[in-house]
């Protein structure tokens, strides 16, 4: 049993209560809100470990709540629901700052398996890499998936975070964007999902993300990460 604290958010009633059942049922503890406002209510008193979160409703969306709370500095694993489950549309959510888009309808079982897969990410195990790696000013601690720098820690969102615990276990060694897609679990997505995420990772351990110095581009193959100082 997790234990571990899940919002679902959902203006569908029916919804709500059969993943606060199921999900309940599978080790979590479940809130669940009927929108974005009740949901930033509770975000305000509550600090969940992951959110599940319907894109389509009324008032503020699913994608304009998620891109609301990355600003703000929130880094939990974020799970976008939704009836439009095209690539474009996946990609969309990705650029707001979720970590996983699952269509609907769905089943409640591959919704817990995505789940503890993010919540797993969350302090990712890099065998094989060096304990600290340095990114510039940046360090990063592969044993406890933790980004600091000067001012404290930098906050990593579960892509960021699995990505960039990728990256450290094939230090200097060019990494594909299907090995990525396939090790972020992002392959129904396609390669696109992936240079998101790497511009995301970028605008947090680069000084200038325009001109990576860490994490490079190699034309034709992937991307690669060459720690120093």
Same mark, same amino acid.
């Given at each position: 049993?997790?234990?571990?604290?899940?919002?679902?958010?959902?203006?569908?009633?029916?919804?709500?209560?059969?993943?606060?059942?199921?999900?309940?049922?599978?080790?979590?503890?479940?809130?669940?809100?009927?929108?974005?406002?009740?949901?930033?209510?509770?975000?305000?008193?509550?600090?969940?470990?992951?959110?599940?979160?319907?894109?389509?409703?009324?008032?503020?969306?699913?994608?304009?709540?998620?891109?609301?709370?990355?600003?703000?500095?929130?880094?939990?694993?974020?799970?976008?629901?939704?009836?439009?489950?095209?690539?474009?549309?996946?990609?969309?959510?990705?650029?707001?700052?979720?970590?996983?888009?699952?269509?609907?309808?769905?089943?409640?079982?591959?919704?817990?398996?995505?789940?503890?897969?993010?919540?797993?990410?969350?302090?990712? #195990?890099? %065998?094989?890499?060096? $304990? =600290?790696? @340095?990114?510039?000013?940046?360090?990063?601690?592969?044993? !406890?998936? *933790?980004? /600091?720098?000067?001012?404290?820690?930098?906050?990593?969102?579960?892509?960021?975070?699995?990505?960039?615990?990728?990256?450290?276990?094939?230090?200097?060694?060019?990494?594909?964007?299907?090995?990525?897609?396939?090790?972020?679990?992002?392959?129904?997505?396609?390669?696109?999902? #992936?240079? %998101?995420?790497?511009? $995301? =990772?970028? @605008?947090?351990?680069?000084?200038?993300?325009?001109?990576? !110095?860490? *994490?490079? /581009?190699?034309?034709?193959?992937?991307?690669?990460?060459?720690?120093?100082?």
């Amino acid at each position: 049993m997790s234990g571990e604290h899940v919002l679902v958010v959902d203006d569908d009633r029916r919804l709500l209560r059969l993943l606060q059942r199921y999900l309940g049922e599978q080790g979590y503890r479940v809130t669940t809100a009927e929108g974005a406002e009740q949901a930033r209510q509770i975000l305000s008193v509550m600090a969940p470990d992951a959110l599940v979160l319907d894109v389509t409703m009324p008032g503020e969306t699913g994608l304009e709540l998620t891109r609301f709370l990355r600003e703000a500095g929130h880094v939990l694993p974020v799970l976008l629901l939704t009836a439009r489950g095209e690539p474009a549309d996946r990609i969309e959510g990705l650029e707001a700052g979720a970590d996983d888009y699952l269509g609907k309808p769905f089943e409640p079982r591959e919704l817990a398996l995505r789940l503890r897969a993010h919540l797993r990410r969350r302090a990712p #195990v890099s %065998v094989g890499a060096p $304990r =600290l790696v @340095r990114l510039g000013r940046l360090e990063f601690d592969t044993e !406890r998936g *933790l980004l /600091t720098g000067p001012d404290g820690s930098v906050h990593l969102t579960g892509g960021e975070a699995a990505l960039l615990g990728a990256m450290t276990r094939r230090l200097g060694e060019v990494m594909t964007r299907e090995e990525i897609a396939e090790t972020l679990e992002l392959d129904e997505i396609g390669e696109r999902a #992936v240079d %998101v995420q790497v511009t $995301r =990772l970028r @605008r947090r351990i680069e000084p200038d993300s325009r001109e990576p !110095r860490f *994490l490079q /581009t190699v034309r034709g193959k992937g991307y690669v990460l060459k720690p120093g100082a």
